[in-house]
C-alpha cells in the first residue's frame, strides 16, 4: 500500500511560482512512478506530468512543457513538481498518483494511488 499526501497548493498571481510536493508512505514507493495530475472546475481531470521510479524519465503535457519541472527524492519518499511562469489557466485542484510500473503513464487509470489533492489558484 502507498498512501499520498499533497501540500503546496495556494494562490498566486499569474507569473508567479508554487512547488507541489507529494509525501509517499511505504517502503516501496522508490519503486513507483508518479504522476501529478489536475482537474479544474467542470472539466476532467487531465495529466500533468510523470516521472519514472528512478527520476530518469519525465513526461509533460503539452501545455505545461517548459514551465513546469517533476522531480523526486527517493529518500525522502517525496516528489515534487515545480511551476513557474504561472497562468489562470492553471487554476485546478492538483493531484498525485503512484503505480508500481515502468515506464510512468499519462493514463489515470494506469495508477493505482491517489492523494487527497491540493488546490492552485492563479489570478490574473
Known amino acids: 500500500q502507498v498512501q499520498l499526501v499533497e501540500s503546496g497548493g495556494g494562490l498566486v498571481q499569474a507569473g508567479g511560482s508554487l512547488r507541489l510536493s507529494c509525501a509517499a508512505s511505504?517502503?516501496?514507493?522508490?519503486?513507483?512512478?508518479v504522476g501529478w495530475f489536475r482537474q479544474a472546475p467542470g472539466k476532467e481531470r487531465e495529466f500533468t506530468a510523470t516521472i519514472s521510479w528512478d527520476g530518469i524519465g519525465t513526461h509533460y503535457a503539452d501545455s505545461v512543457k517548459g514551465r513546469f519541472t517533476i522531480s523526486r527524492d527517493n529518500r525522502k519518499n517525496t516528489v515534487y513538481l515545480q511551476m513557474n511562469s504561472l497562468k489562470p489557466e492553471d487554476t485546478a485542484v492538483y493531484y498525485c498518483?503512484?503505480?508500481?510500473?515502468?515506464?510512468?503513464?499519462?493514463?489515470?487509470?494506469?495508477?493505482?494511488?491517489w492523494g487527497q489533492g491540493t488546490q492552485v489558484t492563479v489570478s490574473s
Open positions: 511505504g517502503r516501496t514507493f522508490s519503486s513507483c512512478a
Open positions: 498518483a503512484a503505480a508500481f510500473r515502468d515506464p510512468p503513464s499519462r493514463r489515470r487509470s494506469e495508477y493505482d494511488y
